[in-house]
């Protein structure tokens, strides 16, 4: 199985604190255990009261009672459509987060490079999901919840093309070469500077981006190594990854600069699925 990746969450790195120091304070390894259950326990409280706190109206929503979800449906095991149906990590984190504090979820599909100005103009989505790196230009526009997830970026190209892993860096920032990208990803970014002399052709979304680089119109892909990974076992078997490259991507959510609130209620929600393992099912499921 895939090794998997991801970030600890602010409240369970607190509790590891808390332990360590209860640890340096006594000399009973009994004491020690006590005061780590009651830790956790302490903080799965807090964050579930937090997170059921949303329901009270302090936090403002698109629709009363529903939590209104931007998501671009093409970035398997992320988020994806399946006979209609929205499926992914993502997207069951969005269903979990709305769970906890007590509201109803709703999707809805734009294309990715519109999230964030759609949630930083507010009316459309409470919040965006769908493999948002954190960024500092990104961040000037919307918040980032705390981060989830930790990915790298990846390279795939035919199998029977000109471009492999031992040539991949050469090959690939030729002119002529065409690297198929997102538009708005930090793939696209990552390409952009470092093959300068290819060209970054960007598409609306991934399936697409594949799809031009098995037919021909582009010479490889470039996007997040889950993704690529995804999308070669599933459909494109007929590629390879070419290259990896260690970025240490985190993802997060992104809300409106305007609703403090409901950044603050998904923290707590995210923080209580961590300290019950709820993260740790998904991460097994999807990854």
């Known amino acids: 199985m895939k090794a998997k990746k991801y970030l600890v969450l602010a409240a369970l790195a607190v509790m590891v604190a808390a332990l360590a120091l209860v640890g340096c304070s006594s000399g009973s390894s009994s004491s020690s255990a006590s005061a780590s259950s009651s830790s956790a326990s302490e903080s799965a409280s807090s964050a579930s009261a937090s997170a059921s706190s949303a329901a009270a109206g302090e936090i403002a929503l698109v629709t009363e009672g529903k939590l209104t ?4 449906p093409d970035y398997p095991p992320f988020e994806n ?20 504090l007590g509201l109803e979820v709703e ?5 990715f490079d519109a999230i964030i100005p759609a949630i930083a103009a507010g009316g459309q989505a409470d919040m965006g ?12 526009e919307i918040d980032f919840t705390e981060t989830y997830y930790i990915d790298d970026q990846a390279i795939a190209a035919m199998k029977d093309g000109a471009i492999t892993a031992d040539n991949a860096d050469d090959e690939l920032n030729k002119e002529g070469v065409i690297i198929a990208v997102q538009s708005g990803t930090s793939g696209e970014a990552y390409v952009q500077e470092n093959y300068p002399n290819a060209t970054a052709q960007a ?10 680089m098995q037919s021909g119109q582009a010479n490889a892909v470039c996007t ?22 260690a970025t240490g991507e985190e993802y997060a959510i992104v809300v409106s600069q305007d609703n403090k609130a409901l950044t603050e209620a998904i923290n707590a929600a995210l ?3 961590t300290a019950d393992g709820t993260f740790d099912k998904l991460l097994q499921q999807y990854m």
């Open 81 to 100: 459509l399946e006979n209609g149906e929205y499926v992914g990590l993502d997207i069951e984190i969005a269903k979990e987060v709305a769970q906890r």
């Open 203 to 212: 598409y609306g979304n991934s399936t697409d981006a594949f799809a031009a």
């Open 271 to 273: 923080a209580e699925m």
């Open 69 to 72: 979800v931007a998501t671009s």
């Open 224 to 245: 997040n190594k889950a993704v690529v990974e995804k999308m070669l076992a599933d459909a494109y078997q007929d590629a390879v990854v070419v290259k990896s490259i």
């Open 107 to 111: 999707f809805k599909t734009l294309q």
């Open 129 to 140: 999901i769908s493999g948002f790196t954190v960024d500092p230009d990104r961040a000037k």
